[in-house]
């Protein structure tokens, strides 16, 4: 497949049938694993969508059956403090420019995805996925957070209880139960994907521009202040737990930081941000 846009992780290409840009992740070699390349690629392409509004739909997928495992759980361990700190942040801007685009977004989860990958879903607007799909949010087990949605719009897609029994346990989700919360809104099989794909396309493409765009809006709007509001606690526990550094946690290590030392690190973590919080901007 030809890309229209030289980048060494994405591939994009345009549908003029159904006016739909193609984003697929082309970074097999790392299971689609998301890097920082792969991050300031799509962020820099997603701010190009933002003033392309004879795009009517943007289609995320990957090379992989998989859609990404989210971390490179190799590179996670070796990332220093600052390094996370600028990861996180640029997840964070890449989840709120694709819910703010007037394009609309739809990913395909296919086979799976894990951790960041998931939360990148939860700022979709419409989610499909294979009928062997399992997802999880398993970020606690590498020593991470949600950082990006996955607590603030989990629970609005999916609901509170659904949001807190899958982030607390970190277990595979399967499609039934996906389907069942309204996170995914249609499943296909291989032999009828491509079909799936081009007939959920022609639907979008066939609305009104003006309305489509105002509708996405609308909705987007109706959630917003209280989104928001849990977007901003997200980022703060996201920083206050980022003083542990258990992402660095290596198989041959004692584990996770010791109870005895959890109470200074929560201390050092809330000075911490009321620190930032103090800070001009």
């Not at 759980?73 to 990861?87: E, T, V, Y």
């Not at 395909?108 to 949010?137: K, P, V, Y």
Request: proline share 2%; hydrophobic share 35%; with cysteine.
């Amino acid at each position: 497949m030809n890309s229209i846009f030289n980048y060494q992780t994405l591939k994009v290409r345009l549908d003029k049938s159904t006016r739909t840009l193609f984003i697929t992740l082309d970074h097999d070699k790392h299971e689609n694993c998301f890097g920082m390349e792969m991050l300031f690629e799509l962020e820099s392409l997603l701010a190009w969508c933002t003033t392309k509004i004879e795009i009517h739909s943007i289609f995320l997928q990957s090379t992989t059956d998989y859609f990404s495992r989210g971390y490179d759980k190799n590179i996670l361990k070796k990332l220093k403090l600052n390094q996370i700190k600028k990861f996180t942040q640029k997840l964070q801007k890449i989840n709120q420019a694709i819910m703010l685009l007037p394009q609309t977004i739809i990913i395909d989860l296919q086979m799976g995805t894990e951790n960041i990958a998931s939360e990148l879903a939860t700022a979709c607007d419409i989610r499909i996925a294979n009928r062997s799909c399992r997802i999880n949010f398993n970020h606690t087990k590498l020593g991470m957070i949600p950082c990006s949605g996955g607590i603030a719009q989990l629970s609005q897609i999916a609901g509170h209880a659904n949001a807190k029994n899958w982030l607390l346990t970190g277990q595979n989700i399967h499609l039934n139960k996906l389907e069942a919360s309204g996170f995914v809104y249609e499943s296909y099989t291989m032999e009828y994907r491509d079909e799936k794909i081009q007939e959920l396309l022609r639907s979008i493409h066939e609305q009104a521009p003006v309305q489509r765009v105002q509708t996405k809006l609308g909705v987007t709007e109706n959630i917003r202040p209280q989104t928001e509001t849990m977007l901003n606690f997200e980022k703060q526990i996201a920083k206050a737990a980022m003083i542990s550094e258990d992402w660095k946690i290596k198989e041959e290590d004692e584990g996770p930081m010791k109870a005895k030392n959890m109470k200074t690190a929560v201390k050092l973590s809330l000075i911490k941000n009321e620190a930032d919080d103090n800070l001009p901007n």
